[in-house]
């Protein structure tokens, strides 16, 4: 799942014990999605390692949550863009082996679709925002930012059936119509133009995730520590706690 989610995921969860989250950053796994080669230090074949992993470890009443970004399916340099078919296709191949493998085990796979973009491709961040400190050139309408994102949107509606869950947080991030770098009276929530959450809110999807993903989950299992980018996924005891 995108590193933006699983602050607000452990916080959703954290009165429930019995409950845990694991998650991977793995470049291999994205470069693997994305059809190229590791650029940097990372698992070659990784998508297949982790297919091996979870039909390994994945049971009965576990839950894969999968999002990814719009800017890795779209083209173009203003909003909005539209999705690279070529990309979207080779995506919709490799999550249909994913959602193959889930729904075999009995589990249940969430696809997440991206949060709002408020920043244009053509925005510098750290000059724009963090030194002139010009929030305004930072917004855009709620359309727009869904617009942006269609390609992916219709990817993943185009895969929901019984054991295949479609969830979007876009609109729990805008207000009165629009999507800004701030929320909640003025606070700032991202901290560059991909977006990021910055870390003192990491976890401002809390809400969402609690009235959605908790009552999915079901049966014990151990809270763990999470993965790191480039870590070794080959089934071992030490990764059992991975599957959610």
Known sequence: MHQ???????EAVQDRTEIGVRYLVE???????????????????SMQAHIDFFSHYLRSGDVVVFSWSRDRVDQGDKMPRRPNSHVIDRLKGKIDVLKSLVLAHHATLILVDDIPKPCGPAIYFETEIAQRGNLKACQVQVETSKSDRAGLTELYKSLVEPGVVYLDPHDEL??????SLTLQGGNLIYGDTSPHFLRSNSAILKSFWKSTLVSMLSGPVKVEQSQTAASPIAPTEANEGQKR
Do not use: P, W
Request: proline share 0%; aromatic share 6%.
């Open 4 to 10: 933006n989610h699983v602050a607000s995921i452990q």
């Open 27 to 45: 470049y291999g796994f994205i470069n693997d999605l994305e059809g190229k080669k590791c650029a940097t230090a990372c698992l070659e074949n």
């Open 174 to 179: 805008c207000e009165r119509g629009a999507c």
